[in-house]
C-alpha cells in the first residue's frame, strides 16, 4: 500500500506544490474542472482540525492531572473506579475490594472474591480513561452535558494555535523544528522501557505477525489506506500549501524519499513501543493481547500512561510524554488549519487585510463545533467524525487528484515540468505508480468498501441509522464538491458543443505555471519549443 500508493501520491503532492508555488486552491489551474478536489481538501482539512484539536485537548487534561503528587490512573479511585474490576499492577487481585469493606460486610466480600474468577478485569488507567476522563454515556443519542474541564483544555489547545499562526508560516515552522525532534527521546525512552516488560515480546510478536484472514477483509485495507493517508498528510492539500514555500530548485525528491522512510520507521517503533505495553499488560492481566485495550484513538491515552506507571518518577515522565503528544499535534495542527487560511486567503485576498481577525474567527467557530466532542457522548461525535468526515473523504479525494493531475493534466507534462524544476525526469516506478497502481488499488478498496459497507460500530454499540445518515452527510459536504464544480466550470466555458466544454474545462489556465515571473518566462519557452518540435514531428510523418 505504501510503496505503491503512499509514497507516490506523496513525492506527487509536494512536486506539484513546489512548482507551482501555490495552494491546493490555486493548484487547479493545471485542469479547471478539477477545482472541486482543492475546495474538498479544504473543507476535510477543516473537519479534521476541529476534532483533532479534541485530541490534543485530552493530552493538556493528562499533562495537567501528572502535576499531582500521585498520577491519578495509578490506583483506583472510588470516585471513578468500578471497584470490582478494576486492577492495578503490581497489587493482588483483591486489592480493589478492600474499598469495600467501607459499604459491604465481610460476607458480601467473601461473595465477591469468590466469584473473582469470571470477572474481567480492566486495568485504573483504562476505566480512568473512560469513566472519569470521557464519562462516556451509552450512545451519540446521549450526549449528555458539556465537561467543562475538557471544554476549558480545548480553549487552551485553540488560544495556542492561534498564536502560533497569527505571524503566519515561518512562526509555526520554527516550531515544527521542536516538534519533529523532541518525540523522538521520549518514544526511545518507552521503547527500552517496554521491551524489557514481563510479557513485552509477546506483544511484538502480535505486532509482527499477521492474521492472514484479515488480509481478505476489505475494512483492513480501508483502514491501512486511511492510516496511511493521515500519517502522510496525503490529499489533505497540507503538503502542497507547505512545499509551495519550497524553493523551486529544492531537491523535493529526495525530501519525498527520506520523509516517507522516516514515517515508516517511525510507524514501526510506535507500534513496537505500543504492543510491547500491550504485552505487557496482558501478562499481568492474563488475557489475550486482543482483550487488554479497545480499538480507537484512545488506545495513546490507555497504554501509554499504563506504562509511564513503569517508569521512575512516573510523574515527571508523564509529563514530557503528553507534553510530547501535545507538540504533535501542533504539528498537525498548523497544516490543517494554515491550510484552510492559506487557501481561503489566496482565493479571497481581502482576507489577507484582516488576518488576525478571520483567524481568530475561525478557530472561534471550529472551537464551538468542537465543543460537541467534549460532552459525555462526545467520543461518539468524534468517532463519527473521523470514520466519515476524514477516512472515506480522503480516499475519494486522494482517486479524484490521481485522475486529474496524471489522466487530464496529464503524466506526460507533470514529467515535463518535474524535469525542468529538478533537472530529471521522474523514473518508470514513479511514472507507472502515478498513472496506474495508485489510482487502481485505491478505487478498489473505495468501491468494495462500499459495497461490503456495514453501520458504524463504536466498540459494542451500534450507532442509529440517524448518525450513519449524518456521517454520509459530512463525507458528501466535501465529497460532492468534485462532481459539483466539475459541472459548473463546465458549463462556464464559452465553447457550444459537450467536447468543446470538456475540452476547455480540462486545459491548463494562463495563470498555470511557476509562481516566480522569470521562471514562468522559462518554462513557457520551454512548453513552445516542446510543442513546435511536436508539431513538426507529426507533420513529417
Not at 59 to 75: C, D, I, L, R
Not at 129 to 145: A, F, M
Not at 166 to 177: A, D, F, L, P, Q
Not at 458 to 482: C, H, K, R
Request: proline share 4%; net charge negative.
Amino acid at each position: 500500500m505504501l510503496v505503491l500508493a503512499g509514497k507516490p501520491m506523496y513525492f506527487l503532492e509536494l512536486a506539484v506544490g513546489q512548482f507551482s508555488g501555490v495552494g491546493p486552491l490555486a493548484l487547479w489551474n493545471c485542469c479547471p474542472m478539477a477545482k472541486g478536489v482543492g475546495c474538498a481538501m479544504i473543507t476535510v482539512s477543516l473537519i479534521v482540525c476541529i476534532y483533532y484539536n479534541v485530541i490534543m485537548s485530552y493530552t493538556v487534561f493528562y499533562m495537567v492531572s501528572s502535576f499531582a503528587p500521585e498520577v491519578p490512573w495509578s490506583k483506583c479511585d472510588p470516585e471513578w473506579a468500578d471497584l470490582e474490576t478494576c486492577y492495578v499492577r503490581g497489587e493482588a487481585q483483591q486489592i480493589s475490594f478492600i474499598y469495600l469493606l467501607q459499604i459491604a460486610n465481610i460476607s458480601s466480600l467473601i461473595n465477591k472474591t469468590l466469584h473473582l474468577d469470571n470477572i474481567t478485569r480492566e486495568t485504573a488507567s483504562l476505566q480512568y480513561w473512560e469513566k472519569y476522563v470521557l464519562k462516556l454515556s451509552d450512545g451519540i443519542e446521549n450526549l449528555g452535558p458539556i465537561k467543562w474541564d475538557l471544554a476549558l483544555c480545548l480553549l487552551f489547545s485553540w488560544i495556542i494555535v492561534v498564536l502560533c499562526l497569527i505571524k503566519g508560516i515561518k512562526t509555526s515552522g520554527k516550531v515544527v523544528y521542536f516538534a519533529a525532534t523532541f518525540p523522538y527521546v521520549i518514544l526511545f525512552t518507552l521503547l527500552v522501557t517496554g521491551l524489557l516488560q514481563d510479557g513485552a515480546w509477546s506483544g511484538v510478536v502480535y505486532f509482527i505477525y499477521p492474521d492472514w484472514k484479515k488480509l481478505l477483509d476489505i475494512q483492513v485495507w480501508q483502514a491501512a489506506a486511511g492510516q496511511m493517508f493521515f500519517s502522510l498528510s496525503v490529499s489533505m492539500g497540507g503538503l502542497i500549501m507547505y512545499s509551495s514555500y519550497n524553493d523551486f530548485r529544492n531537491n523535493v525528491y529526495r525530501d519525498a524519499l527520506v520523509v516517507s522512510v522516516m514515517d515508516t520507521i517511525t510507524s514501526i517503533i510506535s507500534g513496537i513501543v505500543t504492543f510491547s505495553i500491550l504485552g505487557a499488560m496482558a501478562h499481568d492481566l492474563d488475557v489475550p493481547i486482543s482483550q487488554v485495550v479497545k480499538e480507537g484513538p484512545g488506545l495513546a491515552f490507555i497504554a501509554y500512561p499504563e506504562a509511564l506507571l513503569r517508569l521512575p518518577a512516573p510523574q515527571l515522565w508523564s509529563i514530557l510524554f503528553f507534553l510530547m503528544l501535545f507538540i504533535l499535534g501542533l504539528d498537525s495542527e498548523f497544516a490543517l488549519l494554515e491550510n484552510v487560511l492559506t487557501s481561503l486567503s489566496d482565493e479571497f485576498p481581502i482576507l489577507r487585510q484582516h488576518k488576525l481577525c478571520f483567524c481568530v474567527a475561525t478557530a472561534v467557530v471550529c472551537y464551538c463545533v468542537g465543543l460537541t466532542c467534549v460532552t459525555y457522548g462526545g467520543n461518539y461525535v468524534l468517532t463519527l467524525m473521523d470514520v466519515y468526515g476524514g477516512g472515506m473523504a480522503v480516499l475519494f479525494i486522494a482517486i479524484a487528484e490521481s485522475i486529474s493531475l496524471v489522466w487530464i493534466y496529464g503524466l506526460r507534462n507533470l514529467c515535463r515540468d518535474m524535469r525542468f524544476m529538478l533537472g530529471f525526469q521522474p523514473s518508470f516506478y514513479w511514472r507507472i505508480t502515478w498513472a496506474f497502481f495508485a489510482p487502481v488499488i485505491l478505487g478498489v478498496i473505495f468501491i468494495y468498501s462500499l459495497i461490503v459497507y456495514k453501520p458504524l460500530r463504536y466498540e459494542n454499540y451500534d450507532y442509529p441509522d440517524w448518525a450513519d445518515a449524518l456521517g454520509w452527510i459530512l463525507a458528501g459536504v466535501s465529497t460532492m464538491q468534485i462532481p459539483f464544480w466539475a459541472i459548473v466550470i463546465t458549463y462556464r466555458t464559452k465553447s457550444k458543443s459537450l467536447k468543446g466544454k470538456l475540452i476547455e474545462a480540462s486545459k491548463p489556465t494562463k495563470e498555470w505555471g511557476p509562481s516566480d515571473p522569470r521562471i514562468k518566462e522559462q518554462w513557457q519557452e520551454l512548453v513552445e519549443t516542446l510543442e513546435r518540435c511536436e508539431v513538426k514531428y507529426h507533420n513529417g510523418m
